[in-house]
């Protein structure tokens, strides 16, 4: 993995908020003061068919503007696409794959095609449900892909996360602690394997 | 002073329009281009800007109401993609030939079909001959800077001509990166105020906008229009050095990346651009003499000036974001083969097609192709002209 160039693949389904999870990250990685690409990639319109959303964060200036094949880290929001979507596809093998499920993950690196990089699990259900009440994947694995991919420290991170809620949840203070605590339940979670 | 930032290409364009606050947006949406009337009414609302948003009922009619709009002097734009566009066909026409200096934000995206959203530029080009002067972006800062560069390049005495600012869908469009904007008051500076020579509410100078021609003006009229998208040419370059002295950020007709001692190079148009040069750079690593020339201005198009820049390559691939269905390639290849021609630069060119609907064109297809273009000049490889990159075919 170069950490001048990382690249990021999210795997989930219309309407779960992969899409805006890419975008976060772009937007939490621009306050580095680093090179930023969010994008996501569009099939057909409809809640629950599989999609695609991509980041490259680098050092330098970005110009490539075509998907990512070769993915220093893969991010699965939704665990059933494992048996549809090959996930890990030119995953690079010094990378990883963070997959949300509740199943361990010697259960997961089953479904994997034989990936011999590192695999991460993480319960974002069961975060979610616990900081906020409802089932939003979404803090948590942003909180995962950072966690692993190391593109911030935490600290900065939280900060940064804590800025961007306040602002965007200006309407909606009410959900803003329950997004920064799935945010570092996700941290805790994923240090005590990383 | 700028300020550094992050916007998808949508979000860009919005926010260059807050910035220049035209007076009229009448707009219609459509997938990709929705979000840019949707920013701008939203900053309409929260009294960010005071330009007259009219919602309509179709893209005909959001044509129409620009040109409308624009002849009664007020300075007016659209934003439409695909379809949107083709549904405006008779009206980009009226725009060009009545000479409105108005501006369409274009995301490009494919037409139907089969139907599909993503981007290729067969919406663009299906306009490339009604008289629009067309500008196109490899990114969201270039969006944003060619829409600043619109107005005083459409409302110039020497041109007054619709301007099409152009952006991939999709892949610039709803691409978050990074941005440098300019501060409110200097690009409401750098635009100016609007000041119509002739307009119809003017009652101390009444006129007529749209009339009938008999057949003995109208070739007169015809030929001051073209006259007038040659001048645009000028034009072009002068705001654009207008813009690099108060921006920073430096545009011609078209550029030229590491092309001074290039054997072979790459001519290619919007976003796809970027990943030209990223792989130029990964070949020239490894000794191998390319460059990419990105082509701007499409309209008026630079042919004489292509021309010479490709004068001393030994080799052009020539990318097509297009399909023409004339069994002769894309109007892209054909117009360059034709400037080529014109100006006796006799050399080796291959024309691609690539991209249509949203098919994802890599820096892998780039090496392909300046490998392919090198054996056929080095070798004498004989290949098929306007082939298309990254087909899936039933044959190895």
């Known amino acids: 993995m170069n950490s001048e160039n990382i690249e990021i693949r999210w795997h989930g389904r219309g309407g779960q908020g992969a899409k805006t999870a890419a975008l976060l990250l772009a937007d939490v990685c621009f306050k580095t003061g680093a090179y930023v690409q969010g994008f996501p990639e569009y099939g057909p319109e409809r809640m629950g068919a599989p999609i695609t959303a991509f980041n490259r964060i680098s050092k330098n200036e970005i110009r490539v503007h075509s998907n990512i094949y070769t993915p220093d880290i893969v991010m699965v929001v939704d665990e059933s696409l494992i048996h549809s979507v090959d996930v890990t596809s030119g995953l690079k093998d010094d990378g990883a794959v963070i997959v949300n499920t509740p199943e361990s993950v010697e259960e997961v690196r089953k479904l994997l095609n034989g990936y011999k990089g590192r695999i991460y699990t993480i319960d974002a259900r069961k975060i979610s449900t616990e900081a906020l009440g409802k089932n939003f994947p979404n803090s948590p694995m942003l909180a995962a892909a950072v966690a692993v991919s190391k593109v911030m420290e935490r600290d900065q991170f939280i900060k940064e996360m804590r800025a961007s809620y306040e602002h965007k949840f200006a309407k909606k203070p009410e959900v803003i602690e329950g997004n920064m605590k799935a945010l570092t339940m996700t941290f805790d979670a994923l240090e005590e394997v990383l | ?396």
């Open chain 2, 1 to 396: 002073m700028s300020v550094k930032d992050r916007m998808s290409g949508n979000e860009a364009v919005a926010y260059a329009i807050k910035q220049v606050n035209p007076d009229v947006m009448p707009a219609f949406p459509i997938t990709p281009s929705t979000e840019i009337p949707q920013l701008v009414s939203s900053y309409i609302a929260n009294n960010e800007m005071d330009t007259e948003f009219i919602p309509v009922e179709s893209e005909h009619s959001s044509m129409s109401a620009t040109i409308g709009a624009e002849a009664a002097g007020a300075r007016s734009l659209t934003a439409t993609s695909s379809c949107g566009l083709a549904l405006m066909w008779e009206e980009l026409l009226l725009a060009a030939s009545n000479r409105m200096p108005c501006v369409l934000a274009l995301v490009n995206r494919t037409l139907s079909g089969p139907i599909n959203i993503n981007c290729d530029h067969s919406d663009a080009m299906g306009a490339r001959d009604t008289g629009w002067i067309q500008i196109f972006a490899e990114s969201n800062q270039e969006a944003y800077d060619n829409f600043i560069q619109a107005y005083p390049i459409a409302e110039d005495p020497r041109v007054h001509l619709p301007v099409m600012i152009c952006q991939d869908g999709f892949i610039t469009s709803h691409a978050v990166m990074n941005i440098e904007l300019n501060e409110d008051n200097e690009v409401k500076e750098f635009v100016g105020e609007y000041k119509p020579e002739e307009f119809l509410l003017n009652n101390n100078k009444p006129i007529a906008i749209g009339p009938y021609a008999i057949s003995s003006y109208v070739m007169e009229a015809r030929k001051a229009q073209e006259e007038a998208m040659e001048n645009s040419k000028e034009v072009i370059i002068e705001v654009a050095k207008r813009y690099k002295e108060r921006f920073g950020r430096g545009f011609e007709l078209f550029e030229e990346y590491r092309l001074d001692d290039a054997d072979y190079i790459m001519v290619i148009m919007g976003s796809a651009a970027g990943t030209a040069k990223q792989a130029v750079d990964d070949l020239r690593e490894k000794g191998m003499k390319v460059g990419v020339l990105k082509i701007r201005v499409f309209r008026p198009f630079p042919a004489e000036e292509l021309a010479k820049a490709l004068s001393n390559a030994k080799g052009i691939a020539i990318m097509e974001r297009t399909e023409s269905y004339n069994g002769h390639g894309g109007p892209l290849c054909a117009e360059l083969r034709a400037a080529l021609y014109e100006n006796k630069v006799f050399t080796n060119v291959v024309c691609y097609t690539y991209g249509l609907g949203g098919r994802d064109f890599t820096v892998d297809h780039v090496y392909e192709v300046f490998e392919e273009v090198k054996d056929v000049t080095e070798n004498g490889k004989k290949v098929t002209q306007h082939r298309y990159i990254n087909l899936r075919t039933n044959k190895a």
